[in-house]
């Protein structure tokens, strides 16, 4: 897995970079084998924005997050993501269920 920190117009401390790489570990749990995990990381005035693209086997993620801190902003940005998983698993499983019930409901085939 590659992980990209980027910092624009904000400096990025060890304990930031720490932190974010906590989260891509996480974020590896969640998606099936992850490829890439960028994190983009700048300051508008004293707003802290994180922009967040995953790019795993299952396609590619993103998300954004503000708040007054960064720490604020990446779990922002990583819950944003982490939701969008668990609603395409949720859609996934649901068509896996509705295919089987209907492969249950058929009648068998009887001869005359």
Request: charged fraction near 30%.
């Amino acid at each position: 897995m590659l992980i990209t920190i980027s910092f624009h117009d904000a400096e990025g401390t060890p304990a930031l970079r720490r932190y974010t790489q906590a989260l891509s570990q996480d974020l590896a749990k969640v998606f099936k084998q992850v490829l890439s995990v960028e994190w983009h990381l700048s300051t508008e005035r004293h707003l802290c924005r994180v922009r967040l693209q995953v790019h795993a086997r299952s396609g590619y993620f993103r998300a954004t997050g503000e708040g007054k801190a960064f720490r604020a902003a990446l779990d922002q940005a990583a819950d944003k993501l982490m939701d969008q998983r668990r609603r395409l698993k949720d859609i996934a499983r649901g068509a896996r269920r509705k295919a089987s019930a209907a492969v249950r409901r058929t009648p068998p085939a009887t001869e005359s």
